[in-house]
Each structure stands twice: as C-alpha cells, then as structure tokens.
C-alpha cells in the first residue's frame, strides 16, 4: 500500500498532499496542527533537484515560491527544516 492512502485509512481523507513528494513525508501532525501532512524540506529539495534538473539551491528557490508559501486550506502541509 502507498504511503497515501496508509496515511488516508488511518487519519481520513481530508489530508491535503504536495504532489510529487510522497518519499519526503514525515508523517502527520497532532495538537494544534493535527491533521495536516508534514514533509522533510532537505528531502523535497533532493526530489526537486533530480525532477526539474538543477542544482539543490535552485530546487530549495523553486519550492520556496511554488510549494512553502502556499496556503490551501486549513490541512495545508507542514513543511520542516531539519538538520539532520
């Protein structure tokens, strides 16, 4: 079974997903944030980069204006920085 629909059956279909992303997801917020996806931002940059064929800054500039400003309801995803 795909990461989706595992997250879907065990958290319900109102989680919203960032298309193309689903090996950098972390798994799903509780708390205040419950219900929304989060993913890892060093990941998204690798999938970015290997996708659009640039470099990992120009990936981290390209999601940073099309992905990690963007607000599409209430279950937007999380994103996370980490350092590890």
Known sequence: ???RKELCEHFGDELLFA???DNAIIGVCGGHDSGRVA????KMIEICAKELSVD???AAEWLEYNTFGAYVGENTP???ESSY
């Open 39 to 42: 993913y890892s931002v060093p």
């Open 78 to 80: 999380i994103y996370v």
């Open 56 to 58: 990992l800054d120009e």
């Open 1 to 3: 079974m795909d990461i």
């Open 19 to 21: 298309d193309g992303y």
